[in-house]
């Protein structure tokens, strides 16, 4: 009798204590599998490698690049050269220390963003979800009424009212966009919350906290982290939009659409003012949500068969 109420012991606390040894190889092989199946996706590996070269040239290539952003000493709209290759601009500035400069700003307000949006979104989408009721009416109304507003308006207002710094900028941006990311959590924490391991979690005393934190989140990582990615992509494009109408990053500060809508009107008489800026931004845009498919293929449930 003792040795059977022993295993059922022992059976109860693989179940409840969320760290059973015999789930830490499948969950290794599971993770595994996902790794294998985003790196056999070509179109998301050329994008990581493009990125990669994009975001490390922002950062490495000031450091070695002879021209600052901010001398304004050359000839204006110089022809691009080997000393100039993306020319100047009308006030005497070097046009590639621009995009560079402009470059990190973007990524930087961009990153910001997506990861205030990520952490927002999920904690009250996860709260939604697990604890439903009152918690989750109020959690749902007030994401309903942050979209229904016309959030580039109301960004835009706010940026100018406060000031066009790039960190007031990336908070007004995620305080308008982390609706999606909480209502798809919501979905999926009401569906894993009916799960046995979070039963048992909550048989063994653990807290709502202990609970999401734990058990919930972590096993909605693949969604978060597809999320996550796609809002680095539409950060990029908001602010510039908002920096393109003259509402958004403000000098001293600078960003690849506030470069854009300096020179845009060169587009016909010097178009390698306005295209170097637009280039970069169109790839950054384009291989952030290139490697997002990737990482929802490679989470995706339904695709289980992987060849060796």
Known sequence: MN???????????KNSGGSDPEALPEARSQGRMVLRKFLRHKLAMGSVVVLALIILGSIILPLFYP????DA????YVEPSAEHPLGTTQVGKDMMAQVLRGTQFSLLIAITVAMLTTIIGVVLGALAGYLRGFTDSAISRLTDLFLIVPSIAAAAIMVRVLSGSWYVVALVLAM???MPIARITRAEAMSLSQREFIEAARASGAGTGRVVFKHLVPNMV????VNATLAVAQAVLAEAALSFIGLGVQIPDTSLGLVISENYEQMQGRPWLFFGAFTVLVLISLTINFIGDGLRDAFDPRQRKVKA
């Open 67 to 70: 021209h600052s952003y901010a």
């Open 176 to 178: 308008f966009a982390w």
């Open 222 to 225: 693949g969604t978060i982290t």
């Open 73 to 76: 000493s050359f000839s204006s």
């Open 3 to 13: 040795s059977m109420e022993a295993g059922v012991e022992s059976g109860h606390g």
